[in-house]
């Protein structure tokens, strides 16, 4: 079966830190999300992601997220300068079409900033 | 998208069916019904979804009722790997939308021998 695959499962970076986070959707999927979970929280959508450019994104989704599909196959997140509130699930999926569908979620990375 | 309401938590015992209810009494026409759960902290899994009709698949049932304003998910014969929490997510969906879930609380569901 089809899957979408995460990398790393952990990450722990120091404060202040760039890091990437990386996902390969399912081949055939055109729409891509990020979510994250701080622990014990509610899953919390970031930004969806469309024919190269952002359809939507969340208050939490500032200047410090970025999102890219550097090639056909892998959908990257990257957290220019991070905080420690931003230590949490950070989930990636994908959907083959915008309504009417199922998302496939990742297993997530869990980022931890010390 | 319509708020949703889900008891905190539920308890099932294997092999018994599992009906999970859901609230969204301000649903309107074009929100679909979507159920997802989370096996402990691993990413969110799809179970099923509709928009009037009653649907089934492998996994589940799902029963809306005739005014929309709420639901119930069907697990048949729960096993103790179907512990987990239950999203009720009402999405509307149209082309002119994003198609972001936005997930609540939901039920823990606990299956016990």
């Known amino acids: 079966e089809p899957e979408v695959t995460q990398t790393p499962s952990h990450q722990v970076t120091q404060m202040g830190q760039e890091v990437i986070l990386r996902c390969v959707p399912i081949?055939?999927?055109?729409?891509f999300y990020w979510y994250r979970q701080i622990l014990g929280q509610k899953v919390e959508f970031l930004v969806s992601?469309?024919?190269?450019?952002?359809?939507?994104k969340s208050e939490i989704f500032d200047d410090q997220f970025s999102v890219e599909r550097p090639d056909g196959s892998n959908f990257t997140l990257k957290i220019r300068s991070t905080k420690l509130e931003d230590s949490a699930m950070y989930f990636c999926?994908?959907?083959?079409?915008?309504?009417?569908?199922?998302?496939?979620f990742g297993q997530g990375t869990r980022l931890t900033v010390v | 998208d319509a708020k949703t309401t889900q008891p905190p938590s539920m308890d099932c015992a294997e092999g018994r069916a599992a009906n999970l209810p859901c609230n969204h009494s301000?649903?309107?026409?074009?929100?679909?019904v979507y159920w997802y759960r989370q096996i402990h902290s691993q990413g969110p899994q799809y179970i099923i979804h509709?928009?009037?009709n009653n649907e089934t698949n492998e996994m589940a049932s799902l029963i809306i009722t005739e005014d929309r304003k709420s639901s119930t998910l069907i697990l048949p014969h729960a096993t103790l790997r179907d512990t987990a929490v239950y999203y009720c997510?009402?999405?509307?969906?149209?082309?002119?939308?994003?198609?972001?879930?936005?997930f609540g609380t939901g039920t823990r569901l606990q299956v016990t021998l």
């Open positions: 999926a994908s959907s083959v079409r915008r309504m009417n569908t199922e998302a496939f």
């Open positions: 081949s055939n999927h055109l729409y």
């Open positions: 992601f469309y024919n190269n450019e952002i359809s939507e």
């Open positions: 301000t649903i309107s026409g074009n929100e679909y």
């Open positions: 509709g928009l009037k």
């Open positions: 997510i009402v999405r509307v969906e149209n082309t002119g939308t994003a198609s972001k879930l936005t």
